[in-house]
């Protein structure tokens, strides 16, 4: 659970741990991506390179203040805590409450606060954690958190976008489903690949099962016949035997 953080102004920032030669040295400004993540709306399909330049410009300079600072608006920087209760807010707090993101109990010792990149570049949302690191959780590319002058107060559809690393997994995953029990000339390289353990892809958990050969034929010729991915044959079969009734053991 992160740690309460607040902002005030007539408090000292805080500091590294002082020595008897120098004086302490404020705790600059950082960022951490552990919670980052794109959701509805707040996605980056539409960003181009220049923003994520602009992105970048801006955090390496506030890398160069102390977040006490920025905070308090000394350094020109609009920045600062989220007002759930403003007209035109469309986030809700029980968005970020998920057990996968930020977890149920967040609001009850943290808040959430955003930080401008430039005029309508978009904002930076996150919250400042217990090690003072500022961890971003979404980029508004378009203003959608809270509506401006920007985009005439309306929320912009921002679909989410994908790296092209997983975008290439992904068809080499289809490829090779559709290509099983079919005449394929490249049948015999798939089946190298279907032999081995895909990484993980888009926060999804991977498992090391152990199986038969005739299993794994029969799970692939599903997918291809029935256009299913592995994981929707798992959560089928789950979805099949959640109701039975569990065998009492003989011991």
């Known amino acids: 659970m992160h740690n309460n953080f607040k902002i005030l102004t007539d408090v ?3 500091c590294y741990a ?11 400004f950082s960022f951490g991506f ?6 509805k709306n707040f996605g980056l399909s539409s960003a181009k390179k220049n923003w994520f330049i602009s992105l970048l410009q801006r955090m390496k300079e506030m890398g160069k203040e102390s977040i006490q600072d920025v905070f308090s608006g000394k350094k020109g920087i609009r920045a600062h ?10 986030m809700k707090q029980k968005s970020f409450c998920t057990k996968d993101w930020l977890g149920e109990e967040f609001f009850k010792e943290n808040e959430l606060y955003q930080f401008h990149i430039s005029k309508g570049e978009g904002r930076v949302i996150g919250f400042v954690d217990a090690n003072i690191v500022f961890q971003i959780v979404l980029l508004d590319r378009d203003h959608n958190a809270q509506p401006s002058k920007f985009n005439n107060y309306k929320v912009v559809k921002n679909a989410e976008d994908d790296s092209e690393y997983n975008i290439l997994l992904k068809e080499c995953c289809k490829i090779v489903a559709a290509c099983y029990g079919k005449n394929c000339e490249n049948n015999k390289k798939f089946d190298r690949l279907r032999e081995c353990s895909l ?29 299913l991915s592995v994981e929707d044959v798992f ?14 053991s003989n011991e």
């Open 12 to 14: 000292s920032p805080p």
């Open 235 to 248: 959560e089928l079969g789950l979805d099949s035997i959640k109701d039975i009734t569990p065998k009492e």
């Open 18 to 28: 002082p020595t008897t030669h120098k004086p302490p040295v404020p705790k600059l």
């Open 199 to 227: 990484p993980k892809i888009d926060d999804k958990a991977s498992i090391l099962i152990n199986i038969s050969e005739c299993m794994l034929k029969k799970i692939y010729k599903v997918c291809g016949e029935k256009k």
């Open 34 to 39: 552990t919670h980052w993540r794109q959701a």
């Open 81 to 90: 805590k989220i007002s759930w209760d403003k007209a035109g807010t469309t």
